[in-house]
Every structure is written in structure tokens, then in C-alpha cells.
């Protein structure tokens, strides 16, 4: 077959060519194009013309099995409230603008034991608290939420003190029983933004509760209009031995922050930038454009090599992205000659037009599930698998309504059913539109890893099949076919 090459100019979206052939989703097709990553960052990619690009274009699985009860509803609220010492307290924070209800939006979630873990940034005014808990199991339906550590740990952004909590986005929880959060610093980010204290990050022990890290970021690090919106932690051997990875979504880097040596570097890269093309949203009656760079992350648990790699996408975007997490771990690479490093980070598959996601989180058995924000679905893809269409699933019906918004994805560490945990808050609606308080708005689901997907392609055990396929493609702006 022969291979031929279009070029388009930067917002082009133009052809579709529809191809019939056998495709054997499980197999890379061998070309003659080999990109081998350095010695020491532990993996290589297969790329070629355009056979091994239309393996691309399978139709992404459905798991047939899957009616939506798969996932169960954990917690649901029409609109949030705050757990306040007393009813008074309460009622003068709401008087004085301080708690206002339909301004709270519940962002990001985290589990750990007995307790799943909310953000509620400071998007608006009234928010009185952005990080809390719940109870787990849940108690009740809609409980109002508990401050995190205590109320005393949240600033006042109208007398902002720095060395509190402001604005808290998003959460991770390492395996050394440590919660870590990115606190953007910036409140009133839907109508003016603004900065009123560095972004930092922070650890609370969680045996005891007790805050035992705050760092933050040295200002060389944060770019005018930075938002630093998600946050994993990469841990080996040593818990001393950290690493933390921030994702500025507005800026497109990621810093690294390292414990032992208590201080951070910005990481660079072209494939941290918003696809134009993936930046259009089109849900609910509403059309919005978010230019959203490197968001979702996942590390992987690729037992075998011992090697750990960050799965990463922009916001905007339809692809997945790798890069060695050793690479990132390298504090040198980044301080003198960070364009050497740039043919690391490489593309690895896609999604698919409205494949854009938000984030990502990868199971023991090392599959990774990801939101399928467009879609209100969740996705999965066996990771020892080539990251083509055919070998990714989408495991929630269609017919249900309990996923709107999938906004943030967890996957839990428990040892005896691990968990996949979805936080949907209709936030597209929150922003542009009215939300309507009569009604569900806000939603936590949980399903188990191995039941969602079983009979899915994602299962491991599951081996790719061969088919005739028709092969649809959609030929986008700096892809060449």
C-alpha cells in the first residue's frame, strides 16, 4: 500500500477517506519508521505511514454488558453545604456573603479508608472552604461537608493569609498514607481572576491529619495567567523520595517537585499544548471554547520493565501522550538543554473526535480509565495493549443519566476491591448557564475495577480481535496520512 503525505495549514480539518480492510486490532503493523527512546528511559515506539495509522480508526468498543449500574451513586447533591460548629454560624456566613450556596461546586475526588476527600474551589464568591470531607460509607445521601483539616486551615480571600488553604483543585493520595493537593492561590477564576497568593503544594499525614508539607512554587516557575489544576505523586522505594507532578493547564508545563530535595523545575513541551481543533465544546445546548493544555496524568504500573511512565493529554485535545517519569525526575534536563529532551515526550494514540478527557487514573492490573467529558462516559484501555480505537471501551450506557460532566477520576487503592471513582458536576452549566437547585446537579459514583471491566476489551485477560472493519479518517490538523 502505498503512503501519502497532506499538508494542511494550521486550522484545517478537512478530508475523509474511507478505507475497507482487515484489521487485527492486537497487532502494531512492522514499518520501517523505528523511534527509539535514549538508554535509560526504558521504552521504544513502532510508528509508520499509513497502514498502522488506520489501525487507528476502529470503532471504539462498547461494553455490551454494561447497563449503567455498574456504577453505583455514592453521594448526590442538588446544591452543597458546609458542616458550620453551629445553625448561627451558619446563618451569619450566609447574611454576610460569606457561604453562598448555588456558588459551590464540587471538583475534585479522593478516597482513602473511612472518608472520600472534596475540592470546591473558589470559581466564586461564597465559597467558604475549598477542600472537605464526607463519610464513607455514606451516612447520608447529601451531607454537608466537613473543612479539611479544620476550619481554621482555610484562608479568607477577602484577608487572604498565604500559609492557609484558598483554593484547592485537585487531590492525590500516594501509598505512603499522604494527601497531596495543588492550591492554585487564585479565586474568582470564571469572572476575574485573580492571584492573591502563590500557588503551593501541600501534604497532610493522614494517621495524624497534620500538615507536613507546604511548598510554593518559586515565582520563575508561575507564568502570567498560570493555572495549576491537577496533581499526581510518584513515589519508589522511599516515601522521603516523592515526586510531584502540577499540571498548568493555561500555560501548558508541569512542574516537578521533589521532597527529599525540597525544591521544584518546569518541564516544557510542545505536546503540552491545546489541539485548536479539540478546543470547541458543544454540550448541553451550550458552545464554549476552552484552550486547556496538559491536564490529565496517570502513572503506570508496568511491573514487569520496573519502569515507570506518565501517561498525559491536554484538556483539549483527542490523544494520549508518554513520557518516561525518570525523565521528568532528572532535575539537570531542565535547567540547561530541556530542548534535547523534547523527542521523549511522544504521542501515543487517540481518542477520536469528542475524545476529549480531563483525567486520568491507571488500576493495579494496569488499565487506565479516563472521563470522556464530551460524551459523559467513562473510557478504559488495557495498557499492555496498542493505544488504537479498537482496543479502548466505553463502559457506561448511553441511556443513563447518572455521569453529567465527568470532571474528575480516581482510582482507589484498596487492596481487596479496588475502586473507580467519578466525580459529575454539570460544570459547563455552572459556568455558562443556571443550574437548576430543584433538580440532581452534583454526583460521586463508584464501580469496581474488575466488574467494569470484564467483559470489556479492556479486561487483560481479553485478547484483540480481527475484523473487517471500515476505517474512517479524519484527516486533522498537524496529522499526516
Known amino acids: 500500500m502505498k503512503s501519502f503525505t497532506y499538508q494542511f495549514s494550521l486550522l484545517a480539518t478537512v478530508q475523509c477517506i474511507i ?56 453521594n448526590e447533591w442538588k446544591y452543597l453545604d458546609f458542616e458550620y ?39 466564586k464568591d461564597g465559597v467558604p472552604a475549598s477542600f472537605g470531607t464526607i463519610p464513607y460509607p455514606p451516612k447520608e445521601t447529601s451531607p454537608a461537608i466537613n473543612p479539611y483539616p479544620n476550619w481554621q486551615a482555610h484562608g479568607d480571600p477577602y484577608n487572604p493569609d498565604c500559609s492557609k488553604l484558598i483554593s484547592v483543585y485537585r487531590t492525590a493520595i500516594d501509598k505512603c498514607n499522604r494527601l497531596w493537593l495543588i492550591d492554585s492561590g487564585i479565586v474568582n ?57 502540577v499540571t498548568d493547564v ?75 517519569a525518570d525523565l521528568l525526575w532528572d532535575e539537570s534536563l531542565w535547567v540547561n538543554n530541556a530542548q534535547d529532551t523534547a523527542k521523549y515526550f511522544v504521542a501515543i494514540g487517540d481518542r477520536g473526535f469528542n475524545g476529549q478527557s480531563s483525567t486520568s487514573g491507571i488500576s493495579r492490573n494496569g488499565v487506565m480509565f479516563y472521563t470522556q467529558v464530551h460524551k459523559d462516559n467513562i473510557g478504559c484501555w488495557d495498557t499492555s495493549k496498542p493505544y488504537i480505537r479498537a482496543n479502548l471501551a466505553l463502559l457506561v450506557d448511553n441511556s443513563t443519566s447518572l455521569i453529567q460532566f465527568p470532571n474528575d477520576l480516581k482510582v482507589d487503592q484498596d487492596q481487596d476491591r479496588q475502586g473507580v471513582w ?44 480481527k475484523s473487517l472493519k471500515a476505517a474512517i479518517v479524519s484527516i486533522e490538523e498537524g496529522q499526516c496520512y
Open 250 to 324: 493555561w500555560r501548558f508545563g508541569i512542574v516537578v517537585y521533589s521532597l527529599a530535595k525540597g525544591r521544584s523545575w518546569r518541564v516544557t513541551n510542545y505536546n503540552f499544548n491545546p489541539n485548536p481543533v479539540a478546543s470547541d465544546f458543544k454540550v448541553y445546548g451550550l458552545n464554549f471554547q476552552w484552550l486547556d493544555g496538559v491536564f490529565g496524568m496517570s502513572l503506570s504500573h508496568d511491573q514487569q520493565s520496573k519502569q515507570r511512565v506518565l501517561y498525559f493529554h491536554p484538556m483539549a485535545s483527542f490523544k494520549e501522550f508518554m513520557v518516561s
Open 85 to 123: 460548629p453551629t445553625y448561627v454560624e451558619r446563618q451569619r456566613a450566609i447574611k454576610r456573603g460569606e457561604f453562598v450556596p448555588q456558588n459551590n461546586l464540587p471538583l475534585g475526588i479522593d478516597v482513602h479508608r473511612n472518608r472520600l476527600f472534596i475540592t470546591t474551589p473558589r470559581w
Open 19 to 74: 478505507i475497507y480492510l482487515p484489521i487485527n486490532a492486537g497487532t502494531l503493523v512492522q514499518t520501517t519508521d523505528h523511534f527509539e527512546i535514549g538508554t535509560g528511559y526504558g521504552y521504544d515506539v513502532q510508528r509508520g505511514p499509513m497502514l498502522s495509522y488506520l489501525q487507528q480508526f476502529s470503532p471504539i468498543q462498547k461494553n455490551d454488558k454494561s447497563d449503567g449500574s455498574m456504577f453505583s451513586v455514592v
Open 189 to 245: 477564576a470564571t469572572i476575574s481572576l485573580t492571584q492573591i497568593c502563590p500557588p503551593k503544594i501541600v501534604a497532610f499525614d493522614l494517621d495524624t491529619d497534620r500538615q507536613i508539607v507546604s511548598y510554593e512554587l518559586p515565582p520563575e516557575q508561575v507564568k502570567q495567567d498560570s493555572l495549576h489544576s491537577n496533581i499526581v505523586v510518584d513515589v519508589r522505594d522511599k516515601c522521603e523520595d516523592a515526586h510531584v507532578f
Open 422 to 465: 467519578v466525580m459529575s458536576n454539570r460544570l459547563p452549566i455552572y459556568l455558562y448557564s443556571q443550574l437548576d437547585y430543584s433538580d440532581i446537579n452534583f454526583r460521586i459514583l463508584r464501580a469496581d475495577v474488575d466488574s467494569l471491566i470484564n467483559s470489556s476489551i479492556c479486561n487483560p485477560n481479553q485478547q484483540p480481535a
